[in-house]
């Protein structure tokens, strides 16, 4: 019992050496951090072309936070970093057309950590409650006006918890003097709402601006088209992805995803409706002639009813040529009573009418052909020919599917700059959503695409960075699993095994104060005896009982001293070699 106590004590220590070797690693790796701010490839070759001339491997890479700063010029840029709301205003307007008790922006927003992050002091906006209006803005640090540089707008989004139904995108809000962010609320003019979106199983990626019509002044939504790409994976893997809109005042567009292209096109061919409306539209006052001719064929004016078409001719009739089966039952009805059933108790012919018993298939039918009164069957009648019709013709006067006549589209104007939209000011938040803890960070607006990458290498890459790190140093410790192992699952068994073995066996001594025969001792004496060459156990057999016990005691006393001398390896041996062989000894 000793031995295997010792055991479990000793796996239990080396487990406990191997966790402590494992945080000691994380300490020391804490001396030899590599920042990864473009890539995390760079930090691994810089350790590596710096590594001594040896076997040993390389220090696993770690990431440290550092909070991006933007390297051009911005008219916002937002980390949250600073751990307050400072220069976002909280929304106090109410919804209208709403019910008072959901119609609050009542929503709350914080800033705090991600969730599992894997950079400690990485902060972002995290949208806390679920189906409430929530509702966020902040000004920019100047208004954007669209003239001849690009609009590039960028922000990072994490559905920690999934998300069943609700929005993650922005507002771009529109500079008009109206514009008061504390009553921010879902009609306040935007010029760009830019993200993704989901329900149910539609998952959206909106991009959606707003157009004014140089004739009305009014204003119009067009909606990019949909993209081809599968975006079910961004709303589900709870990882953090990088939303990026790239506007050119050449009217093309682009919509990234973690810096890949998934939708693209151009204002003026790939939004819905068309920002330009048609030169021509039909006329409304248009009617079609009453002589307008739209068949195609007509029935032919000669045709004549051939003289022995017979319309009144059944489509189908009696097979005079069918034969009553043999062994048909004429006699024999298909339902009978059940023979079996009974009246219930509480039936009340007062109430429920005379009782009947419920039908069931008759019983002699089963082996015949058919019971009942035997009918011929019907099949269909070859002089059948139906509703006689005159065969259709070519119509010569024909003119075609009428359609109104073209005149000029009153309304039509022709926009051939839609980039250059109305200014905006600042960006906002407004937003329903079923799932909470939606995660926001890093929101960037310029008009550099480097200016931005170097933004997105700061903030998302480092995010990307830090889960790649991650993995890499899982993959080169996979060998803490088995220690992780042997630490808890081998001892758990071990002491369910030693507490559960089964009953104790009594010793040799305990059988020897009583009459009670002992099992397979005295044959386990006896090969014990043989394994040693010696007889005396076969010549003691032949004596007395009293002489054979006194025996028998004084020669365990002997193995026992003999037990004590031998090797715990030898001992194992020789109970290995022979198990049967083994006397009940005391731990």
Not at 273 to 288: A, C, F, G, S, Y
Not at 329 to 347: Q, R, S, T
Not at 486 to 505: D, I, R, W
């Amino acid at each position: 019992m000793e031995l295997k106590w010792l055991l479990y004590v000793t796996l239990l220590a080396l487990g406990t050496l191997a966790v402590h070797a494992d945080e000691m690693d994380d300490d020391n790796d804490g001396d030899d951090v590599v920042d990864i701010e473009d890539d995390l490839d760079d930090g691994i070759e810089e350790g590596e072309e710096s590594k001594p001339e040896t076997s040993i491997p390389p220090p696993t890479p770690k990431v440290t936070y550092r909070a991006p700063v933007p390297t051009g010029e911005v008219y916002f840029a937002e980390s949250f970093d600073k751990g307050t709301l400072d220069g976002w205003i909280l929304s106090r307007a109410k919804k209208d057309d709403t019910d008072d008790e959901i119609a609050k922006y009542d929503g709350k927003w914080e800033v705090q950590d991600m969730k599992d992050t894997k950079l400690p002091g990485d902060k972002g906006l995290v949208l806390v409650t679920r189906a409430k209006h929530h509702a966020i803005s902040s000004k920019l640090s100047k208004p954007f006006v669209f003239d001849t540089k690009p609009l590039i707008i960028q922000y990072e989004v994490n559905f920690q918890n999934g998300i069943e139904c609700g929005g993650a995108y922005v507002k771009l809000l529109s500079k008009t003097p109206e514009l008061n962010l504390d009553q921010f609320h879902d009609k306040t003019p935007y010029t760009i709402m830019f993200g993704p979106d989901k329900c149910g199983e539609d998952y959206k990626l909106h991009f959606i601006f707003r157009h004014k019509n140089p004739k009305t002044g009014k204003y119009e939504e067009k909606h990019a088209k949909r993209p081809d790409a599968d975006l079910k994976t961004y709303f589900t893997d709870k990882k953090t992805h990088l939303y990026t809109l790239v506007l050119n005042p050449d009217n093309s567009f682009e919509i990234l995803v973690d810096q890949t292209v998934v939708n693209s096109g151009n204002l003026l061919n790939d939004m819905s409706p068309p920002v330009n409306p048609p030169r021509e539209i039909e006329d409304p006052n248009d009617q079609k002639p009453e002589d307008w001719d739209e068949r195609p064929k007509i029935p032919d004016p000669d045709a004549v009813k051939p003289d022995d078409w017979d319309e009144d001719a059944p489509a189908k009739i009696t097979d005079e040529n069918a034969v009553k089966p043999e062994g048909w039952l004429d006699d024999e009805p298909e339902y009978v009573a059940d023979p079996d059933a009974e009246k219930p108790e509480d039936w009340d012919e007062d109430m429920d009418g005379e009782w009947e018993a419920p039908q069931i298939a008759n019983p002699k039918c089963e082996t015949a052909p058919g019971c009942g009164t035997w009918q011929r069957p019907m099949i269909d009648n070859p002089n059948y020919k139906g509703k006689w019709k005159p065969p259709m013709i070519d119509n010569v006067n024909y003119q075609g599917i009428w359609k109104p006549r073209k005149i000029p589209n009153p309304d039509f104007f022709e926009d051939l700059e839609p980039f250059k939209m109305t200014p905006f000011s600042a960006v906002g938040l407004e937003l329903w959503s079923m799932t909470s803890d939606i995660f926001f960070d890093n929101f960037i607006i310029c008009t550099e695409r480097a200016v931005a990458d170097d933004w997105a290498s700061d903030g998302w890459g480092l995010k990307k960075a830090a889960d790649g790190a991650a993995e890499v140093r899982n993959r080169e410790r996979p060998w803490l699993w088995v220690v992780y192992i042997l630490t808890v699952a081998l001892p758990v068994f071990l002491v369910v095994l030693f507490c559960c073995s089964g009953k104790k066996q009594p010793s040799a001594a305990e059988y020897k104060k009583t009459d009670a025969p002992q099992p397979d001792v005295m044959d386990e004496e006896k090969e014990e005896e043989k394994d040693k060459g010696g007889k005396e156990e076969e010549e003691e057999e032949e004596e007395a009982n009293e002489e054979k016990l006194g025996s028998a005691s004084q020669e365990e006393e002997e193995e026992e001293e003999e037990d004590d001398r031998k090797p715990a390896s030898e001992e194992e041996e020789t109970v290995n070699r022979s198990p049967r062989n083994r006397k009940p000894r005391k731990d």
